[in-house]
Each structure stands twice: as structure tokens, then as C-alpha cells.
T-cell receptor
């Protein structure tokens, strides 16, 4: 158990809908990262937050947004869902922003199915 | 061409064998190298991380980085059926927090 928690474990929804995925980082970690894992694309970095502020953006669609709250939990919002958004969404956390010893620990993931 | 290349396998070995897993990369700016293990339908679990070139050992696992060849390896000694999983290499540059992952190698250790 990495100490990173994610809810819900599974989500089944329809195209065009909006969902929110939630992540709580390990105790003491200030950075939260979101990744998408699909069969054809592998694990892709979406976005990073550090202590409430956006730090880095990856291949995140404009239909997706995220935020980190004062208690350091984070939410990933996915809207206007398409079939191709079906994937595993992982949250990871780390102590700081980068450098040695700042490795990322992953949560168990949320499996999103868009029908 | 992908930044990080990894043979998807599957790699099937008998219990007790030495396993060698490899990744090649194209970005010479990568400085941090990691190996994650992912069981089916679970989150990736950090196994090893190294900074720059050289070897690092942890129990049955040895991580090796050869920056001149842009090649990293993970060796598993005395492999066990519980080692059956997908192994992902990951790397990043110093100035970025974004991990670039290989596609993963599926390993099966037969009892």
C-alpha cells in the first residue's frame, strides 16, 4: 500500500457526461500528479500540482481540468466524455517538486468506462 | 519514435531464473531512472530509482544505467512466481517533474 488513495475505484458513465476523480496524497506529500493509462498510449502524464498550484502540464485535454485543495487532496474533472477517454486514471504523490529523493508513489487508480 | 522504448514481452521464465529487463531511450537529458512493477489492475509500485550512470542493488533487484548507450536494465535474481507482473521503466530530466514511461514488459515466472 503506497499511502495514496483514490476514489472511486470504478466509474461507468455515458458519452457527453462529466465525472470527478478524487485523490488523497501520502501524508506529508505536497505534490500530486495525474496520469492516464490506456492500452494504446501506455502511461501518460497529465498534470502536476504542488501545494495547491499547478506546476506542470502534460498531454491533458482541454475537456479535462484538475485542482488541489488546501488539505492537499486533488480532483481531476473530465467533461464531455468520449469513448476514447475510457482508461485507468492514476494519481501519484511526492514530497517536493523534483530532484533526488522526490520519487512518485502511485495510488490504486480509477477505472473509467465510457459507454 | 518514442522517447522510451521497451519490449512488451511477454517474457516467460522458470522459477529461480535470472531475469533481465531493458529500456532504451533517445533523450540524453534524462537523469533520473526508475523501475515500477504493476500487477494486473493495480497501481504502479516503485521498485528502484537511480540517478545518473551506475548500478544500484536492493535485495534480489539490481538496476543498471548506461548513459553513454542510453540503456537501462533491471535484473531480478532467483525469480519467483510472485514477480509475475508488468515492469515499467520511467525516466525524467532534472528540470521536469514529468515521468516518461516505457510501454512495460510483461513477465511471467513459471513455478
Amino acid at each position: 500500500d503506497s499511502g495514496v488513495t483514490q476514489t472511486p475505484k470504478h466509474l461507468i458513465t455515458a458519452t457527453g457526461q462529466r465525472v470527478t476523480l478524487r485523490c488523497s496524497p501520502r501524508s506529508g506529500d505536497l505534490s500530486v500528479y495525474w496520469y492516464q493509462q490506456s492500452l494504446d498510449q501506455g502511461l501518460q502524464f497529465l498534470i502536476q500540482y504542488y501545494n495547491g498550484e499547478e506546476r506542470a502540464k502534460g498531454n491533458i485535454l482541454e475537456r479535462f481540468s484538475a485542482q488541489q485543495f488546501p488539505d492537499l487532496h486533488s480532483e481531476l474533472n473530465l467533461s464531455s466524455l468520449e469513448l476514447g477517454d475510457s482508461a485507468l486514471y492514476f494519481c501519484a504523490s511526492s514530497v517536493g517538486r523534483g530532484g533526488i529523493g522526490n520519487e512518485q508513489f502511485f495510488g490504486p487508480g480509477t477505472r473509467l468506462t465510457v459507454l | 519514435q518514442k522517447e522510451v522504448e521497451q519490449d512488451p514481452g511477454p517474457l516467460s521464465v522458470p522459477e529461480g531464473a535470472i531475469v533481465s529487463l531493458n529500456c532504451t531511450y533517445s533523450n540524453s537529458a534524462f537523469q533520473y531512472f526508475m523501475w515500477y512493477r504493476q500487477y494486473s489492475r493495480k497501481g504502479p509500485e516503485l521498485l528502484m530509482y537511480t540517478y545518473s550512470s551506475g548500478n544500484k542493488e536492493d535485495g534480489r533487484f539490481t538496476a543498471q544505467v548506461d548513459k553513454s548507450s542510453k540503456y537501462i536494465s533491471l535484473f531480478i535474481r532467483d525469480s519467483q512466481p510472485s514477480d509475475s507482473a508488468t515492469y515499467l521503466c520511467a525516466m525524467r530530466v532534472d528540470s521536469s517533474y514529468k515521468l516518461i514511461f516505457g510501454s512495460g514488459t510483461r513477465l511471467l515466472v513459471r513455478p
